[in-house]
């Protein structure tokens, strides 16, 4: 291979690279927006493109389809970025599988959940109403209770590792726990109905985590 050949394969352009990655973040902030205000059926990509400044055929050239652009957003409402890491492998996680007790691995729970529902509570409830209407969609909302049994599970386990616990749990009783707390529909009746800050739903959260876990 030839020197110049060389250079050309190593040739990156870091301007054009952040653009591509700007106009991705625009398209999947406005679909998640639409998604939360009008549901599958009332979103377009059309409109998506229209709120993220762009054209159609960009946002059709970037995700292909409707459904994998919502599947886009979820990712993206649940981790709060599009970088590919695994929630599990993020440093949030790492920091709660480190914590030194119970207590303090609540505590950091809590805040934890705090921010993933305030992103996705109501981008889930958008995916769980159109499950029933589209394929693709219901493939994704059974791929995120699939990801949400794994977190109460990866919870439970972790928790209950964990010195100063309760004594007597058993870990049926200790998922069941973490169940309602991880539940999207949880967020949203306490945001919703409640009239709790997202604030407030972190302090009930260690609330409620306090009196069913702790001694």
């Not at 809590?110 to 109403?129: C, D, F, G, P």
């Not at 004594?167 to 529909?185: C, P, S, Y």
């Amino acid at each position: 291979m030839t020197e110049r050949r060389k250079a050309k394969r190593r040739y990156r352009a870091p301007k054009r690279e952040m653009a591509a990655a700007q106009t991705r973040e625009a398209i999947v902030r406005a679909a998640k927006k639409l998604f939360e205000e009008h549901g599958w059926a009332g979103t377009t990509m059309n409109a998506v493109a229209e709120v993220a400044g762009v054209s159609a055929k960009t946002v059709e050239a970037v995700f292909g389809t409707k459904a994998a652009l919502l599947r886009v957003a979820v990712e993206y409402a649940i981790r709060g970025d599009l970088d590919p890491v695994p929630m599990p492998q993020r440093a949030r996680v790492e920091c709660i599988e480190a914590a030194p007790d119970a207590a303090a691995m609540l505590r950091l729970h809590a805040a934890h959940l705090r921010t993933i529902n305030a992103r996705s509570a109501r981008l889930a409830a958008a995916v769980e109403q159109a499950s029933g209407a589209d394929s693709d969609v219901a493939a994704l909302w059974h791929e995120m209770n699939r990801n949400r049994t794994y977190a109460v599970r990866w919870a439970a386990e972790t928790f209950l590792a964990k010195p100063g616990r309760r004594g007597g749990l058993r870990r049926r009783d200790v998922e069941a726990i973490f169940w309602v707390a991880l539940d999207w529909g949880t967020y949203r009746t306490l945001t919703q109905h409640a009239g709790r800050t997202p604030d407030e739903v972190e302090r009930w959260l260690r609330s409620y985590y306090q009196s069913a876990l702790l001694p």
